[in-house]
């Protein structure tokens, strides 16, 4: 009974580990998500993250007119949880926004890269004809004196 007990451990242990990711992946996984969200035509799904942050401000803002007028104490408890969700709503919000506007210089700084890259591969390559060309009109200018002589 014990050795059952062991091995189905064993196995929970196993399929644990599956489901849990590491903190990059979660990130990862996250990212891809709000990129899908804003290349939706989905209203909802490119405004929930600013009503998400409304409705907490809001409610937080709530919770203190309604302690401060009626001089009542709300329980510590919500205090605490909406702060933390408000925490978490605005930096995630703020994080999420920076993250997209680095995303999307980047891109263009890339995309500006290529084209200087690529400007310099082209006069690159003129050179080197203009060079082959110079090389063999001399190389004829020389077996023409040659066959001169």
Sequence with gaps: ????????????????????DTRGETEERLSERHQLDMSSDNWLAKSIRPMTLLI??????????????????????????????????????????????????NANANITLEKIKSKQEFKLEKKQIRASRKASRRAEREQESEGTK
């Design 1 to 20: 009974m014990l050795k059952n007990l062991i091995e189905s451990a064993g196995k929970g242990a196993e399929i644990a580990d599956k489901f849990i």
């Design 56 to 105: 907490l401000l809001i409610l937080q803002t709530f919770i203190v007119v309604y302690s401060t007028v009626y001089s009542k104490t709300v329980e510590p408890s919500i205090t605490y949880q909406m702060g933390i969700l408000l925490a978490a709503a605005f930096g995630f919000y703020f994080n999420s926004r920076k993250a997209e506007k680095l995303a999307t210089k």
